[in-house]
T-cell receptor
Framework: AQRVTQPEKLLSVFKGAPVELKCNYSYSGSPELFWYVQYSRQRLQLLLRHISRESIKGFTADLNKGETSFHLKKPFAQEEDSAMYYCALMDSSYKLIFGSGTRLLVRP | GAGVSQSPSNKVTEKGKDVELRCDPISGHTALYWYRQSLGQGLEFLIYFQGNSAPDKSGLPSDRFSAERTGGSVSTLTIQRTQQEDSAVYLC??????????????FGPGTRLTVL
């Protein structure tokens, strides 16, 4: 079955600390994975996708097929990073299968 | 330019009533998706349109839910005989997707549905 798991509902860190938001997936094929972010009172938006291998707002995510993981990382968290983060898998019909989300709270 | 818009932004209804939720995609986007965001369930796929046809309706939770798209543009999600468990934020997304490739999905602000 296709599934995305985000084990942490809430992750709280201090400003300047490293951040890692965990994501594991189950998919019987070559996965295409994404991180979406929803800031307070804003709409859901794409943060990054694994296939582009880019860094957005200091965030990176590496696909590890052996561990079926796609963890989101940032070396130094900023207060403006506080938001809801969703990991998502695209299936063969191009729809997104989302994890349950992790709320990141960056404290001053 | 204008993004995906949805109306109404909030809808409160009584159990048993029918509701219609509207999505206006970005002009020229051929693919349109409906998702539902509810407490404890996260974001769930409901239905996907390519043009006016719906090749994937697998996420519709019951036959009380239906959706249509006309003119390759506006889409309406209809929920008949609403139940309290239908309370959620309904999100619409569109993408310029052409077959064989992925394009980013752009999300609307959502419609918050509350069934009393």
């Amino acid at each position: 079955a296709q599934r995305v798991t985000q084990p942490e509902k809430l992750l709280s860190v201090f400003k300047g600390a490293p951040v890692e938001l965990k994501c594991n997936y189950s998919y019987s094929g070559s996965p295409e994975l994404f991180w979406y972010v929803q800031y307070s009172r804003q709409r859901l938006q794409l943060l990054l996708r694994h296939i582009s291998r880019e860094s957005i707002k200091g965030f990176t995510a590496d696909l590890n097929k052996g561990e079926t993981s796609f963890h989101l990382k940032k070396p130094f968290a900023q207060e403006e990073d506080s938001a809801m983060y969703y990991c998502a898998l695209m299936d063969s019909s191009y729809k997104l299968i989302f994890g349950s989300g992790t709320r990141l709270l960056v404290r001053p | 330019g204008a993004g995906v818009s949805q109306s109404p932004s909030n809808k409160v209804t009584e159990k048993g009533k029918d509701v219609e939720l509207r999505c206006d995609p970005i002009s020229g986007h051929t693919a349109l998706y409906w998702y539902r965001q509810s407490l404890g369930q996260g974001l769930e796929f409901l239905i996907y349109f390519q043009g006016n046809s719906a090749p994937d309706k697998s996420g519709l939770p019951s036959d009380r839910f239906s959706a249509e798209r006309t003119g390759g543009s506006v889409s309406t999600l209809t929920i008949q005989r609403t139940q309290q468990e239908d309370s959620a934020v309904y999100l619409c997304a569109s993408s310029p997707r052409t077959s064989g490739s992925y394009n980013e999905q752009f999300f609307g602000p959502g419609t918050r549905l509350t069934v009393l």
